[in-house]
């Protein structure tokens, strides 16, 4: 008997211990939403690199804004990659659909020498829950042969629909499609020059 008295406190410490645990992390990734422009068919090599975030979504957590002037990290809702890495990714694949061009790369690649570069510095990456997400950058593109250039800021902000973590990440893929048609719509005026 004096040993079950022993097992209870035991047992019952288990089992805090257990209902106590934490839930286990999310990851999510950014999509490429353009759809693909039947028409556009082009040979050109493209490289989106660099792009650059703000220090403050330099991180794996998700970042939101909850109040003026006031973040909060969510540790349970993370990026599965580098937040740079995956815009980059996201824009070379809305590229890929909107230029009509498999040859788009999202990074420097051996024996890849692009037509046109790609640079992107992302001032906001923002997130108001429930609400919407807002990406503003600048961006560069580059021709290689005879250096020509054209610039421009794309100021995208996209709803947020539904409440879960997964609706940010989508919002955000939306957003950064208006940011690849920018980009799209410079590449082809410069190839138009010659």
């Given at each position: 008997?004096?040993?079950?008295?022993q097992?209870?406190?035991?047992?019952?410490?288990a089992?805090?211990?257990?209902?106590?645990?934490?839930?286990?992390s999310?990851?999510?990734?950014?999509?490429?939403?353009?759809?693909?422009?039947?028409?556009?068919?082009?040979s050109?090599?493209?490289?989106?690199?660099?792009?650059?975030?703000?220090?403050?979504?330099?991180?794996p957590?998700?970042?939101?804004?909850d109040?003026p002037n006031?973040?909060?990290?969510?540790?349970?809702?993370?990026?599965?990659?580098?937040?740079?890495?995956?815009?980059?990714?996201?824009v070379?694949?809305?590229?890929?659909?909107?230029?009509?061009?498999?040859?788009?790369?999202?990074?420097?690649?051996a024996n890849?020498?692009?037509?046109?570069?790609?640079?992107?510095e992302?001032q906001?990456?923002?997130?108001?829950?429930?609400?919407?997400?807002l990406v503003d950058?600048v961006?560069?593109?580059?021709?290689?042969?005879?250096?020509?250039?054209?610039?421009?800021?794309?100021?995208?902000?996209?709803?947020?629909?539904g409440k879960?973590?997964?609706?940010?990440?989508?919002?955000?893929s939306?957003?950064?499609?208006r940011?690849?048609?920018?980009?799209?719509?410079?590449?082809?005026?410069l190839?138009?020059?010659?």
């Amino acid at each position: 008997m004096a040993r079950r008295a022993q097992l209870v406190p035991i047992l019952i410490l288990a089992l805090a211990a257990f209902g106590c645990a934490t839930a286990p992390s999310k990851f999510y990734t950014l999509e490429s939403t353009a759809s693909a422009d039947r028409d556009a068919v082009a040979s050109y090599a493209i490289l989106v690199s660099p792009v650059t975030i703000p220090a403050s979504v330099d991180r794996p957590e998700l970042v939101v804004q909850d109040a003026p002037n006031r973040v909060s990290l969510d540790e349970f809702n993370r990026w599965a990659a580098p937040l740079a890495d995956g815009i980059a990714t996201t824009v070379a694949g809305d590229l890929v659909k909107l230029l009509g061009t498999p040859r788009v790369t999202a990074g420097p690649l051996a024996n890849f020498d692009p037509d046109y570069r790609v640079s992107i510095e992302v001032q906001r990456f923002d997130t108001t829950p429930g609400e919407t997400v807002l990406v503003d950058a600048v961006w560069v593109v580059r021709k290689a042969a005879g250096g020509a250039v054209r610039s421009g800021r794309t100021v995208a902000s996209e709803p947020i629909q539904g409440k879960e973590y997964s609706a940010i990440a989508g919002a955000y893929s939306r957003a950064l499609g208006r940011l690849s048609s920018d980009l799209a719509a410079a590449v082809r005026a410069l190839a138009t020059r010659g």
